[in-house]
């Protein structure tokens, strides 16, 4: 047909009378360029027929840029997706376990319905039609998605194999699924803080879900946690009766592993389930243990002692003058029910004395207590696989009123995790070993010296003393040999001054002492006193007895073999007469 | 096949073996092609509005003969009623339009329709065909006699036409009317500096358009518009082409097509993609170029002024109108609302496009003009 268009068949036959045309050779076959009126005209129109010509190969080859050229590049992509698909394991996010390999964290295979609104033949009616299967969904919601302009919409995650199954039958053209994968948490609520969550993303947004993301999205080899789930439950039914009976605002322990600071056990009250999204400035996702920072109170007279008889320039021996407070440039330090005379280092540990410690370290040093801090990991974030930490908040200047304030627990905020984490090294023969929950970690080899093994060995008989003969004697659990340290705090009100009616009481303990194993730190905020305590809210009222009942109880599960050797009348006549005043 | 004998003296007869087939042939094809694309894009706009599924299907249906009808009708005249044909329509048509301003359909914000028994009428689509052949032949007169005023008759009717276009407002109509034009007197021997002077106020013009008409602005900025800013009716548009891509989806089978506002009319190149693919599309662009070739061909071979602008013009307006309507669906220039000639939904548009092309057909029928070549009118 084209051929026939450009042929000059009538070329030089002529019909008869028609006009023999002198112009004719002029037509742009046989193009002339001659100057009369005609043949600029055919020049012209030759000319034009060429312009016409280029615009419409202009539009042939956008055709072919619209058409053809974004489905070739499309094509390949479907093809690289689809083999993609064929060579992966469907989940993406990788177990965790507790040490003895029970999962507590794992991943569901799931659909997703998303839609592609180009697809959508008639959204109100695709819109009605859905929203009878998934009641869940808002009509107008729906209607508004499927009405949009892209090509992909979520409509909803997380589909059951039967809701998958109703909408393939209602047969609706531009609906279409997506493997997906849900995180499920077995336990709920026990492991909440330590695991954190997923986001709808399955991307860990706390917890180990987040500071292990890269580990569990790069293998699908299970993670093998520390954690001990029979030890974490105890801890977290006696940790939730003990709130509740003392009616405290909140909680934690944390229960480690003494000589390699393998945590065992981690428990933060309030807490939530991270099955369910939870408001993440809820009070119940705060951290208690690894991301809250406290004045630890009397329990920082532990390092204060140890650091103390490290030096040299304290013996167990020696005594301290502590018959009237201490008064100092800027404070006066007192005792809490002091006994007003001159005092040895056992006795200051036994009594918690406040001037005791403070001159104790008074006759340090500053330089060399700092020194001691650092070595302990209290001016540092912890490096430990949980998203929630934080760094201790300590004065920059640290002149003769925080050497005798730290001395006894103030001016210095740590985290719980920080103070059991040096607690072990003070008692497991003086080895420093950072904090882990992963079984597989190297940080249990690659400990480090903070004391001498004859320091421990001496904080080893103090602390017993505490628990036999000072304020931790409700802990004295017969058989484990208890030792520990009771921390009372006053908590800073609103206008920045101590409260004494709000506390914050920790009781920090190993056993068995005469060969540490565990490492326990309870720690409850705001207990109230009752009849039953006298209206005491002191240490020994409250985190003292609760450390006792958990430790009765984990020490059996964790294999701890008791010692009854000790005089046991004596011991019950101790724990008698503490319940009888 | 029709038999006519050579030696016949009856009009069809003479009109057989004189027509050129070839474009009869295309233009014949183009309609068949259009009346199949009507029945994949506008049912689903038919819809949209609420009147049966086949309401345009059957207005077309019933067009489509009566244009035809009118076409070969046009074709068998002779070129001095051609003529005589064009000023009475031009003159009556610049009635209408006059007409049309004071009592004209408003749809879109531009009143271009008037309602005449029952149908409504766009008398502007009229204006291009007849213009062209009064403009040819005020051109040529100018030639062949020194003293005839032809150029600047031919001038102050197309500032007429252009005003009353303007006026409406149509700027689309307006461009094509100059581009025709300015066509016929660059052909018509017009020096290169005033063709220059003229592109170069044709491009004043333009752009004067885009600061005094809001619609024409908007239009404009949307073209120009990133990727995620472009308008629905074009994004649609793309969305069709790519959709359809080399063999297109099947007829029927079109999805994107059911979102494309005004398928039927502005945007059936991009339905034809979808279902028919590129290729139908690529073979649509051929007939348009070819009936544009083919005609400045047939019309070169001729020796006569008025022939050869009158020919060349009727099919520079019809392929100009092509070009517009398909660069508009492929984002090639800002969306002009013009239709695709022969193939878009539309009775005014069918029948102003029979008119020019039955024009067309009976200018370029070959050897039986002697008679009138010379006389004079």
Avoid at chain 1, 467 to 483: F, H, M, Q
Avoid at chain 1, 519 to 525: I, P, T
């Amino acid at each position: 047909m084209f051929g026939k268009l450009f042929s000059k068949k009538d070329e030089d036959f002529y019909l008869p009378g028609e006009e023999i045309k002198i112009g004719k050779s002029c037509s742009f076959m046989n193009y002339t360029c001659a100057k009369d009126p005609l043949s600029v005209c055919k020049n012209r129109v030759a000319f034009s027929t060429l312009a016409f010509i280029l615009v419409y190969a202009v539009i042939g080859v956008r055709l072919f840029e619209v058409c053809v050229a974004p489905n070739l590049h499309a094509a390949e992509q479907e093809e690289a997706v689809h083999l993609r698909a064929f060579a992966q394991n469907p989940i993406k996010r990788a177990d965790i376990t507790d040490r003895n390999g029970t999962i507590i964290a794992t991943s569901l295979p799931t659909v997703n319905l998303y839609a592609n609104p180009k697809k959508i033949l008639n959204p109100e009616r695709a819109a009605q039609r859905l929203v009878k299967v998934l009641p869940e969904l808002k009509y107008n919601d729906v209607l508004r998605k499927l009405s949009g302009r892209g090509s992909f919409v979520y409509l909803k995650r997380n589909l059951t194999p039967s809701q998958q199954y109703q909408i393939n039958y209602l047969g609706i053209p531009g609906l279409e699924f997506e493997n997906g994968e849900k995180r499920i948490y077995p336990h709920k609520n026990l492991f909440a803080h330590l695991l954190g969550s997923t986001n709808i993303d399955n991307k860990g947004i706390a917890g180990i879900e987040k500071a292990e993301n890269e580990r569990l999205t790069q293998s699908d080899i299970p993670l093998s946690l520390t954690i001990d789930s029979g030890v974490q439950d105890t801890i977290h039914e006696h940790l939730s009766a003990a709130v509740k009976h003392f009616n405290a605002i909140g909680a934690t322990a944390i229960l480690m592993d003494v000589n390699t600071s393998e945590v065992i056990a981690l428990v933060s009250l309030p807490d939530y389930d991270p099955n369910r999204s939870v408001n993440p400035n809820s009070r119940s996702y705060f951290n208690m243990a690894t991301k809250g920072v406290y004045e630890p109170g009397s329990v920082l007279k532990i390092f204060n002692a140890a650091m103390s008889l490290e030096s040299g320039k304290v013996k167990v021996s020696d005594s301290f003058d502590a018959t009237e407070p201490l008064k100092l440039k800027y404070n006066v330090i007192k005792d809490y029910r002091g006994e007003n005379r001159w005092l040895t280092v056992s006795e200051i540990m036994v009594y918690s004395s406040n001037i005791g410690s403070a001159r104790m370290a008074l006759k340090v040093g500053g330089a060399e207590q700092r020194q001691f801090m650092q070595k302990m990991g209290f001016f540092n974030e912890l490096n430990f696989e949980i998203a929630e930490k934080s760094k201790p908040i300590f004065p920059k200047r640290w002149g003769e009123g925080t050497i005798a304030t730290v001395a006894y627990g103030y001016g210095l905020a740590l985290t719980p995790m920080h103070v059991i984490t040096a607690f072990s090294a003070v008692v497991n023969g003086g080895i420093y070993h950072e904090p882990t929950l992963l079984k597989n970690s190297d940080k249990k080899n690659n400990g480090y010296r903070v004391l001498s093994y004859n320091t421990s060995k001496q904080m080893r008989d103090l602390l017993r003393l505490v628990v036999t003969d000072g304020s931790g004697k409700r802990a004295n659990v017969l058989g484990y040999e208890v030792a520990g340290k009771t921390g009372t705090a006053n908590k800073l009100s609103a206008n920045g001054k101590y409260n004494s009616k709000v506390v914050r009481t920790t009781f920090v303990s190993t056993f068995p002492v005469s060969k540490p194993q565990y490492a326990l730190l309870v720690m409850m905020d705001e207990p109230k006193g009752s009849q039953e305590t006298w209206w005491y809210t002191t240490a020994g009222w409250n985190v003292v007895p609760t450390a006792a009942k958990v430790i009765s109880a984990i020490a059996p599960q964790l294999n701890v073999k008791a010692n009854y050797d000790l005089d046991e009348a004596r011991q019950a006549r101790i724990i008698e007469a503490s319940y009888t005043r | 096949m029709v038999s006519f004998a050579r030696n016949s003296k009856s009009v069809i007869a003479n009109w057989w073996w004189t027509v050129d087939k070839t474009l009869l042939g295309l233009i014949t094809f183009l309609l068949l092609i259009g009346i199949f694309l009507n029945f994949s894009a506008s049912p689903s706009v038919a819809n949209r509005i609420g009147v049966g599924s086949f309401h345009f299907i059957k207005r077309q249906l019933f067009f489509v003969p009566i244009a035809y009808g009118l076409m070969l009708f046009l074709s068998m005249q002779k070129l001095k009623t051609i003529r005589r044909t064009a000023i009475v329509a031009f003159i009556v048509t610049l009635g209408l339009m006059v007409v049309t301003l004071f009592w004209g359909e408003e749809t879109k914000g531009a009143s271009r329709w008037i309602n005449f028994a029952g149908f409504s009428l766009q008398p502007s689509e009229f204006v291009k065909p007849s213009f062209a052949v009064v403009a040819a032949w005020l051109f040529e007169g100018q030639k062949k006699y020194r003293d005839f005023p032809g150029n600047l008759l031919s001038t102050s009717l197309f500032a007429l036409t252009a005003a009353l276009l303007l006026m409406q407002p149509d700027l689309g109509m307006t461009i094509v009317v100059t581009a025709i034009w300015g066509f016929q007197f660059f052909l018509a021997g017009l020096s290169l500096w005033i063709v220059g002077i003229l592109a170069a106020l044709g491009l004043v013009g333009i752009v004067a358009a885009y600061f005094v008409f809001p619609h024409v602005q908007a239009r404009v900025d949307q073209f120009l518009a990133s990727e995620n800013n472009m308008g629905y009716q074009i994004k649609k548009s793309l969305e069709a082409f790519e959709s359809g891509g080399f063999f297109g989806r099947g007829p029927g089978e079109g999805i994107v097509k059911m979102n494309i506002p005004d398928a039927h009319t502005d945007f059936i190149f991009a339905v034809a993609a979808e279902e028919y693919g590129m290729l139908l599309c690529l073979l649509i662009v051929g007939i348009y170029a070819a009936i544009v070739v083919r005609t400045m061909i047939v019309s070169a071979k001729d020796s006569n002024l008025f022939i050869i602008l009158s020919a060349s013009a009727l099919a520079a307006s019809f392929g100009l109108q092509a070009i517009i309507n398909m660069a508009s669906s492929l984002h090639l220039m800002p969306t002009k609302g013009m239709t695709l000639p022969f193939i878009s939904y539309g009775g005014s548009s069918l029948l102003a496009t029979a008119f020019g092309m039955g024009m067309l057909l009976a200018i370029t029928r070959k050897n039986v003009h002697a008679e009138d070549k010379d006389e004079t009118d």
